[in-house]
């Protein structure tokens, strides 16, 4: 009889610790459960909320423009001097700038921004995250510079350009940027080297004409005429077209050679007739031959396509 309670004690014990490490094993289940649950609150409020940067990131790699410059903007609203939100909204600035490029005063104006935020988040970064920092500002400067028909940042679109280099930053477009920059300036030598760096990378029409265009203004004609008979003879772009054949027709005249000259005006007309630079070039080439009436009358038509033309406004004045 003693012996079948103690039996029954015993079972009595391993059920009783059996139900308490039950019970531990429930509450340490519990515990790491709740655990889990604010982890992953804890988790997703830093990285996947509604104003968080990954969320950003995100956005950006899925090409929603539109919603990184709105995310960014809530993020800065928070932290003004937030490195990746300085960076993200200066580079959808830019994107809406060129996306609206109809709408000159709303792209200005996001151009404004880019331009604001990335020379601040340039205070942010280092490396070459700071190059390309630099990079996007240089492009902000240029497409400013391009909607505003004046040549008024392409100083900071080449020192911005030159910073993002010295960076280690690379862009194949770099080298042409700077040659379209040092030519608005004026430092023809400059462009010429910076447009030949370019060719090694790509060759395209604009690129050959750019470079004829540098060295008919150093006087270097003959050099010049090589790469306008290879644009005209290999381009598919009128436009470039025209505009190399106004040079060569150009060069014609101060070559003495007039037939080739009216050949090339006559040809950039054939094409289109409102050109005002051939019916320029077409009164100087008559005013030459010593043909003051039709000169003036091409003069006149050129007037008649651009009112401001300084060429031929000129010429009228002196020429009766």
Same mark, same amino acid.
């Given at each position: 009889?003693?012996?079948?309670? @103690?039996?029954?004690?015993?079972?009595?014990?391993?059920? +009783?610790?059996?139900?308490?490490?039950?019970?531990?094993?429930?509450?340490? %289940? #519990?515990?790491?459960?709740?655990? @889990? *649950?604010?982890?992953?609150?804890?988790?997703?409020?830093?990285?996947?909320?509604?104003?968080?940067?990954?969320?950003?990131?995100?956005?950006?790699?899925?090409?929603?423009?539109?919603?990184?410059?709105?995310?960014?903007?809530?993020?800065?609203?928070?932290?003004?001097?937030?490195?990746?939100?300085?960076?993200?909204?200066?580079?959808?600035?830019?994107?809406?700038?060129?996306?609206?490029?109809?709408?000159?005063?709303?792209?200005?104006?996001?151009?404004?921004?880019?331009? /604001?935020?990335?020379?601040?988040?340039?205070? @942010?970064?280092?490396? =070459?995250?700071?190059?390309?920092?630099?990079?996007?500002?240089?492009?902000?400067?240029?497409?400013?510079?391009?909607?505003?028909?004046?040549?008024?940042? +392409?100083?900071?679109?080449?020192?911005?350009?030159?910073?993002?280099?010295?960076?280690?930053?690379? +862009?194949?477009?770099? +080298?042409?940027?700077?040659?379209?920059?040092?030519?608005?300036?004026?430092?023809?030598?400059?462009?010429?080297?910076?447009?030949?760096?370019?060719?090694?990378?790509?060759?395209?029409?604009?690129?050959?004409?750019?470079? #004829?265009?540098?060295?008919? #203004?150093?006087?270097?004609?003959?050099?010049?005429?090589?790469?306008?008979?290879?644009?005209?003879?290999?381009? /598919?772009?009128?436009?470039?077209?025209?505009?190399?054949?106004?040079?060569?027709?150009?060069?014609?005249?101060?070559?003495?050679?007039?037939?080739?000259?009216? =050949?090339?005006?006559?040809?950039?007309?054939?094409?289109?007739? /409102?050109?005002?630079?051939?019916?320029?070039?077409?009164? %100087?080439?008559?005013?030459?031959?010593?043909? /003051?009436?039709?000169?003036?009358?091409?003069?006149?038509?050129?007037?008649?396509?651009? *009112?401001?033309?300084?060429?031929?406004?000129?010429?009228?004045?002196? %020429?009766?």
């Amino acid at each position: 009889m003693r012996k079948a309670r @103690t039996q029954d004690g015993r079972i009595a014990q391993r059920k +009783s610790k059996l139900l308490i490490g039950l019970v531990v094993v429930v509450s340490s %289940i #519990a515990v790491l459960s709740l655990a @889990t *649950v604010f982890a992953f609150r804890f988790i997703w409020d830093k990285f996947y909320s509604e104003d968080s940067p990954a969320l950003m990131y995100d956005y950006w790699s899925n090409g929603e423009i539109e919603k990184v410059y709105e995310l960014s903007g809530k993020i800065l609203q928070k932290n003004i001097f937030h490195g990746p939100a300085l960076t993200l909204r200066g580079y959808s600035a830019f994107k809406l700038a060129l996306s609206g490029i109809n709408d000159n005063n709303e792209s200005q104006s996001y151009l404004d921004e880019a331009v /604001n935020k990335l020379r601040i988040a340039i205070q @942010t970064s280092d490396g =070459k995250a700071q190059g390309q920092t630099y990079y996007a500002l240089a492009l902000a400067y240029f497409y400013r510079d391009k909607l505003s028909s004046y040549y008024y940042y +392409s100083d900071l679109v080449i020192k911005y350009l030159l910073e993002a280099r010295q960076r280690d930053y690379r +862009s194949d477009d770099i +080298s042409e940027l700077l040659g379209i920059c040092y030519s608005e300036l004026g430092e023809t030598a400059k462009s010429i080297e910076a447009f030949s760096e370019a060719l090694l990378v790509h060759e395209t029409d604009g690129l050959l004409y750019n470079i #004829a265009k540098e060295y008919y #203004a150093m006087s270097e004609r003959s050099v010049a005429k090589q790469y306008l008979a290879r644009v005209i003879l290999t381009s /598919n772009d009128d436009e470039v077209k025209i505009k190399s054949r106004n040079i060569l027709g150009k060069i014609y005249l101060d070559d003495g050679d007039y037939d080739a000259a009216k =050949k090339e005006f006559e040809a950039i007309l054939e094409k289109n007739e /409102n050109f005002a630079d051939a019916h320029y070039g077409l009164g %100087i080439l008559y005013e030459k031959q010593g043909d /003051n009436a039709k000169a003036r009358a091409e003069w006149r038509k050129c007037l008649k396509l651009q *009112v401001k033309h300084a060429g031929a406004l000129q010429k009228l004045s002196e %020429i009766k």
